[in-house]
């Protein structure tokens, strides 16, 4: 699978663009400002220790990336690792995550009239991670807040200290 840079497009002054994505049965979505690249799935030098979703690392164009599957953190979907696995690379706090979901769909905009407020349960992913929802060509999306996923002490990627100074 050949390696594809995300162009942006001029968005309104309300609008949003997220770019979603499948885990499991589930559509997902992330704001597209945070999206490096799309590649397919490579074979990462594992870290002792690390919990199962961190995958491991690998080296891209001289940065090492830590590798984390969304399929395993969330418990969604049976994961595998074939030509069609998708990595998501994300640029968040000034450091380089890959993320490793079941396919990518459609880049979508949506105004904040769109978005409906998290639910407090019923869903695999914990709401603390969530912007919200919002309902996409007959199919509900879930926004994830992946700021703060990634500077979850779940997933301690990103020194939080760093991210609230970058933040503030």
Do not use: C, W
């Not at 830590?66 to 418990?75: A, W």
Request: glycine fraction near 6%; aromatic fraction near 8%; proline fraction near 4%.
């Amino acid at each position: 699978m050949t390696e594809a840079t995300l162009q942006q497009s001029p968005v309104g002054s309300d609008e949003r663009e997220y770019l979603s994505f499948v885990l499991g049965k589930e559509y997902y979505a992330i704001d597209i400002t945070t999206v490096k690249e799309i590649r397919g799935y490579e074979a990462t030098t594992k870290i002792a220790n690390a919990p199962a979703f961190i995958k491991g690392v690998l080296n891209l164009r001289g940065d090492i990336v830590p590798i984390v599957d969304l399929r395993i953190k969330f418990d969604v979907g049976e994961p595998t690792y074939n030509e069609f696995t998708i990595v998501i690379m994300l640029h968040v706090y000034d450091r380089i995550v890959g993320v490793v979901v079941d396919g990518v769909s459609d880049v979508v905009r949506l105004t904040e009239a769109e978005v409906l407020p998290p639910p407090e349960f019923g869903v695999a992913f914990d709401s603390q991670y969530l912007l919200g929802l919002a309902d996409v060509d007959d199919s509900m999306v879930i926004l994830v807040n992946i700021e703060k996923l990634i500077t979850s002490d779940a997933l301690a990627l990103v020194d939080n200290s760093q991210s609230a100074a970058l933040a503030g």
